[in-house]
């Protein structure tokens, strides 16, 4: 009961594989073609047949497969739909005896996967004539043979089937003997040689007889075997074979000489007549090829290779005859058993490579077909691929396979694979074969450049040449061809208002960064860039970094010497008090340098003096001082050259004149016509003593500019004017501006004097500057609460010295036409 609920479920499920297997497999096509047919024939139109237009069939990849991977007799014509033959189709070779001779073919459809069934029946034509086996058929008849007696004869083959197979005989016309045509159980004619007058072996002892088998065929053809009688005396027994029919099985691939089956017959009579010997009465030239028997023995053994896959079973006659002639016949039925020989055979039936590196993951990337000319068990078939590739084998229709992806494939991690099939049969032991298909992944711009950097920093002297190189930055992409084609730009900026691309450029291929001009670090000390990297697929992708330019600082600035004034500009004289000690400090020179770092250090020392030894000069503060007590001796008029020079490599440097005035009285100095200097024009001169004159007459001005003093909150001791000496005003340069406190041109030098009060000298107290050297960058100076002229002072070092009022210098410049309207504004500023 069981076993019947069984075989109902597995009915069920073979109906519904045969059902699921039938609505993939759209139809099947049958057509019929006549053997010998030429080359390019059209045997009939696929796409008609299909319903499927022609243009569709190259689209969908078309294919004709055959079953077995044996030779392909036909094609289909892509751009028609035609199925055309494309080698000539022999039945006989391809058949051999078979009634139906039926080629199969797989129409393979892809997108989707089709497969349609098509059988070609090759017809048969009328192109071989009947043989006979022996061309010499030999009897030996005993003369007292009766009338009727009949004797089997040769059976003509003929390569041919049906209609044109051998269709009837003919015996030549004799006077003893005729023919008598039957039909065997297979449906075969044989012809019996049928004795109808009795034979006299006195008056006949041997007689040739021709035998004709002819077809049925059109044309007619026909063949010959000579039938050659010797007349003996009576023998009246035939061989008999101990079975009629034979039937064994024989396994391919054999060993030559293997026996395959013995076959025995037995004759009655004695002496010759009953001596049989066995030889093969029918069979194709091909089987004659596999199989010989032994005359004596009538064992039959293998003589050629058996091959399953080419012929499943062989059927042969078999005669015995005797001594006499009298011959019986027997058939041979050998069963080919089949045995797993033919390793399964991997057809790759359409493939897409490359395979783009976005291939969505299931997509379809090939089709294979596994084929195995075994049978049974040997024929089932297993497919595996190897497990370190992101592809799988999915069992389609038959023994087609689709390979899809099985997750996303990215071409920067892996851009070829080498995909191995292994196909393995089901026979023992099991044989298998392998395919190895190469993939390649084509390439998606999804990769944006990198540069090796985020930020990038370079530097550069000033006074650069334009198109000088001043780095290189390198962005990688990992992308192929022009999707990792690197170019490179600079992102629009402006630098103080000004475009980047006025300053710097890039090579757009190599990253190498160029100065389009010249740099002044006294300008400018730094400036950023945007760089962007982009490639050159679609649509491109970009990165960017950040490139630092910093210029650095050259010894391109001379000191400017700020204080005393350059030469031309106006007189500079201080005086210097007779009672001054040793240390005093009389004097300062100013200078800044526009440079910065070491290029800015300034050192300070006299080149030439009027009288070496009185005056010292501070390295680095620019204060003059008085080496020792001034003596009666010491002249009153001293010119000091003093050299400031940087620290530059190389060193540059300026000079300038500093004039001195020993005195502690206006009246103890010369007539002022008497004062000369030998760096001032004789026309200069007049304009001073003119102003010395003139200053009694503009007393009240000065009356006037103190008070304004006073309104400035000026909290000292009035100034008291005994006299007007001239002192020279410091001469600053206007356009000076100093960049990110680096260099000397943010110092001031400021001092404040103080007139004695009830003094006919017109004494000062000079405290000193409020640097000793220079102001660190950054670096400010406070106003002090008590402090007037808004100045701060450092009470442990100051010192006296007897200077003329200011405000009178100022005047006198302004009447030898030295000093502008705005100095007086600047200069006001500066007091308040």
């Given at each position: ?322 001594g006499s002639g009298l011959a019986s016949t027997a058939n041979i039925v050998i069963d080919i058993v089949d045995v797993n020989d033919n390793a399964p055979n991997i057809i790759l039936t359409s493939l897409n490579n490359p395979v783009p590196e976005d291939t969505a993951v299931g997509a379809e990337v ?467």
């Amino acid at each position: 009961m069981g076993l019947g609920i069984l075989s109902a479920s597995s009915s069920t499920l073979q109906l519904a594989l045969l059902f699921f297997c039938w609505s993939l497999v759209c139809a099947d096509l049958s057509y019929t073609v006549p053997e010998e047919t030429r080359r390019q024939f059209v045997i009939g139109n696929i796409a008609k047949d299909l319903g499927i237009a022609a243009q569709r069939l190259s689209a969908r990849k078309a294919r004709i497969n055959t079953e077995d991977s044996s030779k392909r007799y036909v094609d289909i014509n892509l751009s028609t739909g035609d199925l055309t033959v494309t080698e000539t189709m022999d039945r006989e070779v391809l058949c051999g005896s078979r009634m139906n001779c039926v080629l199969n073919y797989e129409l393979v459809l892809a997108n989707p996967l089709e497969v349609h069934h098509v059988s070609i029946k090759i017809e048969d034509i009328n192109d071989n004539a009947p043989k006979f086996l022996n061309e010499i058929i030999t009897f030996e008849i005993h003369e007292l043979a009766s009338k009727g007696q009949r004797y089997p004869l040769d059976e003509a083959h003929d390569s041919d089937i049906g209609q044109n197979g051998v269709n009837g005989y003919s015996l030549e016309k004799n006077h003893h003997f005729i023919l008598s045509v039957q039909d065997n159980k297979r449906g075969k004619k044989y012809a019996e040689l049928v004795l109808d007058k009795e034979l006299d072996r006195e008056e006949q002892k041997e007689m040739d007889l021709v035998l004709t088998a002819v077809d049925g065929g059109t044309p007619q053809r026909s063949g010959t075997a000579v039938i050659h009688i010797t007349v003996l005396d009576a023998n009246d027994n035939v061989p008999v074979f101990t079975q009629s029919v034979y039937k064994v099985s024989l396994a391919e691939n054999a060993p030559l000489g293997t026996e395959v089956v013995t076959v025995r017959a037995t004759d009655a009579d004695e002496g010759a007549n009953g001596a049989v010997s066995y030889e093969f009465s029918s069979m194709s030239e091909n089987v004659a090829q596999l199989f010989s028997v032994d005359k004596v023995t009538g064992e039959i053994k293998v003589r050629g290779d058996i091959d399953y896959e080419k012929e499943t079973s062989y059927e042969i006659g078999v005669q015995a005859k005797d001594g006499s002639g009298l011959a019986s016949t027997a058939n041979i039925v050998i069963d080919i058993v089949d045995v797993n020989d033919n390793a399964p055979n991997i057809i790759l039936t359409s493939l897409n490579n490359p395979v783009p590196e976005d291939t969505a993951v299931g997509a379809e990337v090939a089709i294979i077909n596994v084929q195995d000319k075994d049978s049974g068990d040997n024929r089932q078939i297993r497919c595996s691929i190897q497990n370190n590739v992101p592809f799988k084998l999915n069992p389609s229709i038959k023994n087609y396979f689709s390979l899809v992806t099985t997750s996303p494939l990215d071409r920067e991690k892996e851009s070829d694979y080498n995909i191995t099939i292994t196909a393995t049969d089901g026979g023992s032991p099991p044989l298998s074969s392998s395919m190895t298909i190469h993939l390649s992944v084509s390439d998606v711009n999804d990769n944006p450049p990198v540069f090796d950097e985020q930020s990038y920093s370079a530097y550069v002297a000033e006074n650069n040449k334009a198109g000088t190189s001043i780095c290189s930055v390198t962005a990688r992409d990992p992308d192929w061809r022009q999707n990792g084609t690197v170019l490179y730009s600079l992102l629009p900026s402006e630098v103080n208002g000004v475009p980047v691309s006025s300053f710097l450029s890039i090579n757009a291929d190599t990253g190498v960064i160029h100065a389009v001009r010249s740099f002044d670090y006294e300008q400018f000390r730094s400036l950023k860039v945007q760089v962007v990297s982009r490639d050159n697929g679609s649509p491109p992708l970009s990165s960017n970094a950040t490139v630092s330019v910093f210029i650095t600082d050259e010894n391109d600035n001379s000191p400017q010497i700020l204080y005393p004034a350059p030469e031309g500009k106006s007189l500079m004289t201080e005086m210097v008090p007779k009672a001054a000690l040793s240390g005093s400090l009389v004097s300062k020179v100013i200078a800044v340098d526009a440079d910065s770092g070491q290029n800015a250090w300034l050192s300070y020392r006299i080149v030439k003096s009027t009288d070496p030894g009185l005056f010292s000069m501070g390295v680095h503060s620019g204060e003059i001082r008085v080496q020792r007590d001034i003596s009666e001796s010491d002249s009153m008029k001293q010119n000091l050259v003093i050299s400031v020079r940087d620290n530059g490599q190389p060193p540059l440097s300026a000079t300038c004149s500093v004039y001195l005035l020993i005195s502690d009285n206006l009246a103890e100095v010369p007539e002022l016509k008497d004062m000369t200097y030998e760096e001032k024009s004789s026309k200069l001169t007049s304009y001073l003593i003119i102003a010395l004159v003139s200053v009694s007459t503009f007393f009240l001005t000065f009356i006037i500019l103190i008070l304004a003093v006073r309104f400035c909150r000026r909290r000292k001791p009035r100034l008291l004017f005994d006299g007007a000496v001239a002192i020279p005003s410091a001469y600053l340069p206007p356009n000076y501006a100093e960049v990110e406190g680096a260099g000397t041109l943010r110092s001031s030098y400021n001092y404040d004097a103080y007139l004695t009060t009830g003094s006919h000298t017109s004494d000062f107290k000079f405290i000193r500057s409020y640097n000793d050297s220079t102001l660190p960058a950054g670096g400010t100076l406070r106003k002090s609460p008590d402090d007037p002229f808004g100045s701060s002072f450092n009470e442990a070092h100051g010192e006296e010295i007897h200077f003329i009022p200011f405000l009178a210098s100022l005047l006198l410049l302004d009447v030898v036409g030295e000093i502008k309207p705005l100095m007086w504004t600047e200069t006001l500023k500066a007091w308040c």
